[in-house]
């Protein structure tokens, strides 16, 4: 028997022009607080809508090109369509007013980190309450146009979905994300080269690639090991949100927090004001002291220069709602 080559070819529908800002609307979370935006997608196909869990990028790849030139013609969806980008333009247009705001200067920037980030289920990388704060929080910032950034991690498998067994148990169901239905794309530097860039941990040198989502005005930088030049056990640590044992915990903090600090210098991102929603950002602290320490500077002064513009909240009040590590395994971290 002749062997033969299996491959998967996907078919994505072409965008009419007059509809093509279309794309530009899927690619910014603006949508997860904006009705008008969601139901200008949904009347396209409502089927289809709900069938890609309301995800505006997943549904513009699987739309009937039929619908999107009927729609094209279709003066009531023109108006709608006309309308939202008269909204989108106005608030993305809308001057800056940090400089009116108490104590925030022209050249400040806040960067913000997080564990998870709830925005929308478009986007399936987060668990609660911790996140749907955190996806409030950003919001809030981009409605007051703030220098604002946040950082967090790009979670093939963020919540899951549960069912109930026979014996009334809740049993957790997780389902990988495509991240090309995600309204992401690769953080890249001036030159159009991906943004990467490298953690050390215990014997080896982890390699990751910085995601960019756009949640109006904010930009949010998403940090992913699932790359072909880590190991097996290397690619799983940004795999699931919550997933694992102290060793995965502890690995996805340092990538969040010295990964984190590591992307914005990359991206040459100077913040001036660092925060971070609970604990699981604590080593961005440490790696910004020891920045100040190669700069020259001894290890209680730098301790002291970071707390300056430091900014810690917490969500989760309880002891269950934090992690602790064992003395040897920081010490060997």
Not at 132 to 160: E, M, N, T, W
Not at 192 to 204: A, D, F, H, N
Request: a negative charge; hydrophobic letters at 40%.
């Amino acid at each position: 028997m002749t062997q033969r080559t299996t491959f998967t070819l996907t078919v994505s529908p072409r965008i009419p022009a007059r509809l093509a800002r279309l794309e530009e609307l899927a690619n910014n979370l603006w949508y997860s607080w904006d009705r008008a935006t969601r139901a200008l997608f949904s009347r396209l196909d409502p089927q289809l809508w709900e069938a890609v869990g309301h995800s505006p990028k997943a549904f513009l790849r699987r739309v009937d090109e039929s619908s999107l030139l009927e729609a094209a013609e279709d003066l009531t969806f023109l108006s709608h369509y006309n309308s939202v980008l008269s909204a989108y333009d106005s608030y993305h247009s809308e001057p800056s007013r940090y400089q009116t705001i108490n104590g925030i200067g022209a050249r400040d920037q806040v960067a913000y980190f997080c564990f998870e980030f709830g925005f929308h289920e478009s986007l399936p990388v987060y668990s609660g309450g911790l996140g749907i704060l955190a996806g409030d929080h950003c919001k809030a910032a981009s409605d007051l146009c703030l220098p604002f950034v946040a950082v967090g991690l790009l979670y093939r498998q963020g919540y899951f979905f549960q069912t109930i067994d026979g014996q009334g148990n809740q049993q957790p169901v997780y389902c990988d994300s495509d991240f090309e239905n995600l309204p992401v794309k690769p953080a890249l530097h001036d030159d159009g080269s991906e943004v990467r860039i490298t953690v050390r941990l215990p014997g080896r040198i982890v390699t990751i690639k910085v995601w960019r989502a756009q949640i109006g005005h904010v930009s949010l930088y998403l940090l992913d090991t699932d790359l072909p030049d880590n190991s097996e056990y290397d690619r799983l640590i940004t795999h699931q949100l919550y997933g694992g044992n102290k060793t995965m915990r502890i690995e996805q903090e340092i990538i969040l927090g010295i990964g984190g600090v590591a992307a914005l210098s990359a991206m040459n991102i100077k913040p001036t004001v660092w925060h971070s929603n609970e604990g699981h950002a604590a080593f961005m602290m440490l790696a910004r002291a020891l920045e100040l320490v190669r700069q020259g500077l001894d290890f209680a002064s730098a301790t002291e220069a970071v707390a300056v513009n430091t900014i810690f909240t917490t969500h989760t009040a309880v002891p269950a709602g934090h992690d602790h590590f064992p003395e040897d395994m920081m010490q060997l971290y």
